[in-house]
């Protein structure tokens, strides 16, 4: 079990680029979480998948942020237009429902 | 208002010494998850602990739902313990976790 796997570790993009951000899940975890993290807000919730269907993207900010699952072993979080403001560590979870949440690595993405 | 409040927001301690972390919440609960969280690193999960206590090693973690209360418990405390320790709230019957603020350990040799 490699637990849950996030690449790129590290992207860095210039205002205004598009940046697709990557999670495979635990082999057989119904439950995927996108979060976001940085020093001044903390973690925030951004995305739920519960068996790829979505079930609540209230934290996504709603222009310019989109996830996916288009199947059980990998979920996408694109970001367009990036802005300096989105530099942050994003943080991608996987569980079985009503159990631990299994975070990966992380992406930390830096917008120039 | 804020339904998890953790304390303390920082503690330094010499190594030998046992930490004390609490989180204390408002509203029903589901469950508590205390994680660990290494400057740079990712979140590692401690405990899943819906109520009374568990054990790992030098960890114990207690969770009292009549008093709203999750307290994490490090004994003989190492230099390698330093770190962020975060708990989250996972409400009644719902996916959402409430995060405390974190505590930040360090623990001096």
């Known amino acids: 079990n490699a637990g849950v796997i996030q690449t790129p570790r590290h992207k860095v993009t210039g205002k205004g680029q598009e940046a697709t951000l990557w999670c495979e899940p635990i082999?057989?975890?119904?439950?995927v979480f996108w979060y976001r993290q940085t020093i001044v807000q903390g973690l925030e919730f951004l995305t739920y998948f519960r068996n790829q269907a979505p079930i609540d993207d209230s934290g996504m900010p709603k222009e310019r942020f989109s996830a996916q699952m288009p199947n059980q072993s990998h979920s996408t979080l694109k970001i367009q237009s990036t802005q300096p403001q989105d530099s942050a560590v994003y943080l991608c979870?996987?569980?079985?429902?009503?159990?631990?949440?299994?975070f990966g690595a992380g992406t930390r993405l830096s917008v120039l | 208002g804020q339904q998890v409040q953790q304390s303390p927001a920082s503690l330094v301690l010499q190594e030998g010494e046992n930490a004390e972390l609490q989180c204390n919440f408002s509203t029903s609960l589901n469950s508590m998850q205390w994680f660990y969280q290494r400057p740079g690193g990712s979140l590692v999960s401690l405990f899943y602990n819906p109520s009374g206590t568990k054990h790992s090693g030098r960890l114990t973690s207690t969770t009292v739902i009549k008093e709203r209360r999750s307290s994490l418990h490090i004994s003989s405390s190492q230099t390698t313990d330093s770190g962020t320790y975060l708990c989250a709230l996972e409400l009644d019957s719902n996916y959402q976790l409430i995060w405390g603020s974190g505590t930040k350990l360090i623990i001096k040799p």
């Open positions: 979870a996987s569980s079985l429902t009503g159990n631990t949440l299994y």
């Open positions: 082999s057989g975890h119904s439950a």
